[in-house]
């Protein structure tokens, strides 16, 4: 069966005999593991009840989905909210639902049918989440794109954040480029925050994988927090955060 109908939805529905994902698990296992958890759980419900259609939609269409997502991330602002994300494919899999399934889980409910396990939810969801790991580190090896919010000054990046404008990450490269700080012989890639309700603070956000404390690099880290809080945003308080691989602040580096 290719689609369901009025006529064949009670003879299906009392033919199957596996347990069905309700819609609030089905709502969970996308939110734990994106468009292929949410995706996962509809493909075995249109398997249980054999509609051919929706199952291969279901694989399909979660694959895509998890694409989109993968690659509009990477494209998304730096300071874009991650939770939207999961909220929209909630939404996305919870009106997916409504219209194409819960009539047959309530028929199938009504005809005694069990509802699958929970811990099977959780678990098809944790290996979507692990699935999508894989397809989002996938397109950001194979896609080369860059966040809207960002300029290229030669090989150096500035990444615009908060209230930080355009124009500001291009002024910042300018005066980077004329003290000095853009040279030949290392790129950057840094980002530039004013933070919102806050104009008083200006944050330069710096990547340093290694550890910096007491070394070289630190003591260039200080130089730059001067020159910038002396010559550049004199009305600002210039904070530089010093961050690791993961993107976490392990330091925070004013001029005193």
Same mark, same amino acid.
């Given at each position: 069966?290719?689609?369901?109908?009025?006529?064949?939805?009670?003879?299906?529905?009392?033919?199957?005999?596996?347990?069905?994902?309700?819609?609030?698990?089905?709502?969970?296992?996308?939110?734990?593991?994106?468009?292929?958890?949410?995706?996962?759980?509809?493909?075995?419900?249109?398997?249980?009840?054999?509609?051919?259609?929706?199952?291969?939609?279901?694989?399909?269409?979660?694959?895509?989905?998890?694409?989109?997502?993968?690659?509009?991330?990477?494209?998304?602002?730096?300071? &874009?909210?991650?939770?939207?994300?999961?909220?929209?494919?909630?939404?996305?899999?919870?009106?997916?639902?409504?219209?194409?399934?819960?009539?047959? &889980?309530?028929?199938?409910?009504?005809?005694?049918?069990?509802?699958?396990?929970?811990?099977?939810?959780?678990?098809?969801?944790?290996?979507?989440?692990?699935?999508?790991?894989?397809? &989002?580190?996938?397109?950001?090896?194979?896609?080369?794109?860059?966040? +809207?919010?960002?300029?290229?000054?030669?090989?150096?990046?500035?990444?615009?954040?908060?209230?930080?404008?355009?124009?500001? *990450?291009?002024?910042?490269?300018?005066? &980077?480029?004329?003290?000095? +700080?853009?040279?030949?012989?290392?790129?950057?890639?840094?980002?530039?925050?004013?933070?919102?309700?806050?104009?008083?603070?200006?944050?330069?956000?710096?990547?340093?994988?290694?550890?910096?404390?007491?070394?070289?690099?630190?003591?260039?880290?200080?130089?730059? *927090?001067?020159?910038?809080?002396?010559?550049?945003?004199?009305?600002?308080?210039?904070?530089?955060?010093?961050?690791?691989?993961?993107?976490?602040?392990?330091?925070?580096?004013?001029?005193?």
């Amino acid at each position: 069966m290719d689609t369901l109908t009025p006529e064949n939805l009670s003879e299906n529905t009392e033919g199957s005999s596996s347990a069905l994902f309700s819609a609030r698990q089905v709502s969970v296992a996308a939110f734990i593991g994106g468009a292929l958890g949410g995706g996962w759980l509809m493909f075995k419900n249109f398997g249980a009840i054999g509609d051919k259609a929706q199952k291969k939609t279901a694989m399909l269409g979660s694959l895509l989905l998890t694409a989109i997502f993968a690659v509009g991330a990477m494209w998304l602002p730096t300071d &874009f909210s991650n939770s939207l994300i999961p909220l929209i494919t909630v939404a996305i899999f919870a009106a997916w639902y409504h219209f194409k399934f819960e009539s047959v &889980f309530g028929a199938h409910r009504q005809n005694g049918g069990a509802q699958a396990s929970w811990w099977k939810t959780l678990g098809l969801g944790a290996a979507g989440f692990a699935a999508s790991l894989v397809v &989002f580190f996938s397109a950001m090896l194979s896609v080369p794109i860059l966040p +809207v919010n960002h300029i290229q000054h030669g090989p150096n990046i500035i990444y615009f954040e908060g209230d930080a404008t355009r124009e500001n *990450a291009e002024s910042l490269a300018e005066f &980077f480029q004329e003290t000095g +700080v853009f040279s030949s012989d290392a790129s950057w890639a840094l980002t530039l925050l004013f933070p919102k309700n806050d104009p008083r603070r200006a944050v330069v956000k710096l990547p340093y994988p290694a550890e910096i404390v007491g070394t070289p690099a630190h003591d260039e880290v200080k130089a730059l *927090a001067a020159l910038l809080d002396e010559e550049k945003y004199q009305v600002k308080d210039v904070e530089i955060h010093v961050q690791n691989a993961f993107g976490l602040t392990v330091l925070i580096v004013k001029n005193d």
